[in-house]
Every structure is written in C-alpha cells, then in structure tokens.
C-alpha cells in the first residue's frame, strides 16, 4: 500500500483547518497530518514527522508564513511548501514565491489544493532528482580528474583543430611546457616536422573503436626529443584524447639487450672455433709426439725381445712380451682420443666420410643403421662449414641415443640451389618444441649458435610420440 502523504499544516484557525483536511479527503488523497502554530513546533515536527509537504498559513499570532519558508530552507530540507491563506496582497504572494515558496492560494478557493499539491509535488521530486543528478556528476568529474592528473603516463586532450584543452601533469613534465603553454599550442608543435612527413597522424585510424597507436618522437620544449607511445582516440564530442609514454629508456635497454646478445654471439662464435683449434693442436701433438714416442720404444723393445736368445731367462722374456702388449693397448687409446677429439677422417677424407665414419659408429653403440642418403660424392666446404655440420650431426646423433628411444634413423645431405642441406631424423618418441629448453640443455643451443655462426638457417619438427626431424641449411 502506498504510504500516506505526510503534511506539516501551520494553521491557528481549527475550522479553517477542518476545511483543508475536508478537500483532501474529498479528492481521495491519501494523508496523515500535523497541525501546528509556533515556531518551536513546527521545528520539532520538521524533525521527528519527516513531512512530505509544508501548507502555511499566513499570519499565526506568533508565527508567519515567512519565518516558516526560511526555516525549512536553513535545515535544507527539499520538500515543498504552499500557502494558504486568507487575503493576501499581489505584492506578499509575489515576494514569497520569489523567496522559495511553491505556490499560494486563497483559502475560498481550496478546491485548487489538490493540483496545487501535486504539481508542488512533482516540480520537488524533479528538482531533487536534478541536484542528485549533479552531484552524480560533480563526483564522477571528481574522479575522472583525479585519475587523469595521477596517471603516470602523459594524457592529451584537444580539439578538432589539434589545440589542447586539458594535459595532466606527466604530460607537461614530459613535453616541458606548462598547462598555460600547451594551451596556447596544438599537436603539431609537438613533433619536429620533417618526422611528421614521415609518420603522419593517423587521423582515420583514430576514428576506429580501438584508436591509433604509434612510435614517434615528442619534440620538447627545449629541442630535445623523446621516444614515445602514442595511443590516440577520437572522443564522441570531436575533440580527441591521447595516452602518451615515455619509452626512452625502454628503447636504451632494448638497444643494449641487443648489442650484449650480439656480442655474446660473437663470443660463442669465437669460442666455438678456439674449441675446434685447441682440439686439432692437442690431436696433433698427441699424434705427433705421444704417438711418435710409443712407435719407437715399442721397436726398441720388439728389437730388445728378437736379441735376447730364446733360451734367456723365461721371467725377461713374459716382462717383454707384456710391455708390448701394454703398448699396443696405448696405442689403441691413443687413436681412439684423437678420433673424440677430432676425427682425421674429416680433415684427411673429407665430410662425407666423416658422416659415414659417425654413422657406424652410431650402428656399433645402438645396433641401428642409419639410412643416410646422399647426392655428393665428394663434397668441398670451407672447413667451418664442415666442422660446423659434423659437430651438428655429432650431437644430433648424440640426443637420439640419449632422448629419442628410437628404432629408424634417416639422414641426408642434399645441395639444393647451391646450398648445402642436412636432414637428420628419427621415429622415437618425440618432444614439445615451444616448452622452454631446460637450463642445463645446450644441446639445441650450441647446434643453433654454430649454424647462426655460419650464416645458416636451423628447423627441427618435432611433437610427443611424432618422431623428430633437425634441418640444417647453409647458403653458399
Ligand atoms: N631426437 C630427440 N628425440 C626426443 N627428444 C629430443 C630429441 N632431441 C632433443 N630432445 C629433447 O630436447 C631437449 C633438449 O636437447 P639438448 O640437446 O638441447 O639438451 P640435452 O640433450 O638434454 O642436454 P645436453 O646439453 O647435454 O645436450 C632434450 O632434453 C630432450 O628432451
Ligand atoms: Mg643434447
């Protein structure tokens, strides 16, 4: 049910109020009321009866109409108040309608109350939604100011024309002007002009839902220029908003990231070749002196056990014949570490060869042929190149025995315009390409810092349970 409607009467006459309540209840209006006639009660009752409307009369022994009206104005409170009175002159009525009063009206002429209290109504309930709507709107421009003047990026507003009309903070520190300044200045004073020439705005792009981002340089006030991010976005008004950050050190970074790895590579580069290098010299020397000296001790002692008479004494003779075997293990040894180190076979024979060498060796660990195909014969490669392909199919080989559990190893290397190609693939049980390579994986890392060293280009498919395929190319 609706709640009856609250009304405060100030009225000292009791029939005169009778007559009021007479034409309320005869219009069907649904009410409760107060009567009073002293200031002291009307204030109480404003208090503890909440009313919903305010009917005056004009002049009570103690008390006016006047009083009342400016009363309920000084406790702010926003319902409407009507007199009702019994002669009044044009001049009062005017002057109380301009100090706040809804509406007046005689009271020989009651019959109008009904309206008169709604429309008073109504015109209140209106005025409260408009001050509600205001301050509504007085807090979300709060807001909106305060996160603007607080973003750390710079924030750009202007008009069609390009002329600024608000920049917060960040964006004057960042362009070196002061609000006043831009004021007074548009987007175009902002850019050197001949980079405008080559990046202009993209006025079309600002139109789309998304906006326009792009990289420039901000021209500041003292000439210096500052990489930015721009995104920028027409608003419904015309004017149009852009968020502006400051990337010069983010391009610093980005530029001393690049030349560390740069460097770094040159480094891997290098040390990858002084590996090779030290590797030959050792092999050498090994060869050289090592094997040299044990060829000839084991003639001196094969000399020594022909001289000694096959009667000697029989203890000599096993010592002799043990040292020789000792020596012919060394000898084993030795050519196995050189062909670790370095196989000869690369140097003496060639890359071909060296695949083949390291394809049986393969077979002999694993018990599994490698079906290598080939076009060349003979192949001749700058001895990096070749290194660089043999190292590659080396460890290549090398995961598959260690991760691949695999029963077919197909290999290739084909010339293809000119450029070498090397295919190495197995049917094993395959690995995720995207997942990170583990921290103690170098594996796939040194293969691609070879052929990157090499100018070459690297692929390898692979996926659980799919099998794994490694291609190397090198131009030439
Ligand atoms: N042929 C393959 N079959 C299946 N998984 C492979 C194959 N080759 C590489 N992987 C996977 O890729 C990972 C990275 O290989 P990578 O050669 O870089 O490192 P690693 O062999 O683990 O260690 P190392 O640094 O000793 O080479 C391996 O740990 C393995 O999980
Ligand atoms: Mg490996």
């Known amino acids: 049910m609706e709640m009856p409607l609250k009304i405060l009467m100030l009225e000292d006459n ?12 005869k219009a069907g209006i649904n009410y409760t009321y107060r009567l009073m006639m002293t200031r002291e009660a009307y204030e109480k009752a404003l208090l503890e009866f909440e009313p919903d409307l305010v009917l005056s009369d004009n002049a009570m022994p103690q008390f006016s109409a006047s009083e009342a009206l400016a009363i309920l104005q000084q406790m702010q409170i926003h319902i409407p108040f009507i007199l009702v009175t019994g002669t009044v002159s044009e001049e009062f009525a005017a002057g109380i309608i301009k100090a706040g009063a809804d509406d007046y009206l005689l009271k020989d002429r009651l019959i109008r109350l009904p309206n008169a209290i709604e429309a008073a109504l109504k015109q209140k309930q209106f005025e409260k939604q408009q001050l509600q709507d205001q301050e509504q709107l007085r807090l979300s421009e709060e807001k909106y100011r305060t996160l603007v003047e607080q973003a750390s990026d710079g924030i750009f507003i202007a008009d069609e024309t390009g002329k600024f009309i608000i920049v917060n903070s960040s964006g004057c520190k960042m362009s070196g002007y002061t609000l006043d300044e831009l004021q007074t200045r548009t987007i175009y004073d902002l850019v050197e002009p001949e980079s405008l020439k080559k990046i202009p705005f993209n006025f079309q792009e600002m139109m789309m839902p998304q906006g326009a981002s792009s990289h420039r340089q901000m021209l500041r006030k003292n000439g210096q220029l500052v990489h930015v991010e721009i995104n920028a976005k027409f608003l419904s008004d015309k004017r149009f908003i852009a968020f502006v950050r400051d990337i010069g050190e983010r391009i610093i970074a980005q530029d001393e990231i690049r030349q560390t790895n740069e460097k770094l590579r040159e480094l891997t580069a290098h040390l990858i070749n002084v590996r090779e290098e030290e590797r030959k010299r050792i092999g050498r020397e090994i060869h050289d002196e090592l094997g040299q000296q044990l060829t000839a001790i084991k003639m001196d002692v094969s000399w020594i056990h022909k001289k000694i008479p096959s009667d000697a004494y029989e203890p000599i003779q096993a010592k002799l014949k043990n040292i020789i075997t000792l020596l012919d293990g060394s000898n084993q040894s030795i050519r196995r570490i050189l062909s670790e180190l370095r196989p000869g076979v690369l140097d003496d024979n060639g890359l071909i060869e060296a695949l083949e060498w390291q394809n049986r060796q393969f077979a ?65 049980k395959g690995f995720d390409t995207k997942k990170r390579e583990s921290k103690k994986s170098f594996g796939i890392l040194g293969i691609k810092e070879r052929v990157h060293a090499q100018g070459g280009e690297l692929f390898i498919t692979s996926a659980p349970g799919k099998g794994t395929k490694m291609e190397i190319r090198l131009f030439y």
């Open 14 to 25: 009791e029939s005169d109020a009778m007559m009021i309540q007479h034409q309320l209840t």
């Open 364 to 428: 002999t660990t694993t018990g599994i042929a490698i079906h290598f195909e080939t076009t060349e014969k003979e192949l001749k490669l700058p001895e990096q190149a070749a290194t660089c392909i043999f190292r590659v199919y080396q460890e290549a080989l090398t995961n598959i025995i260690r991760h691949a559990d695999a029963t077919r190893v197909n290999t290739a290397l084909k010339k293809d315009n000119g450029n070498v190609v090397v295919t190495i693939e197995d049917n094993g």
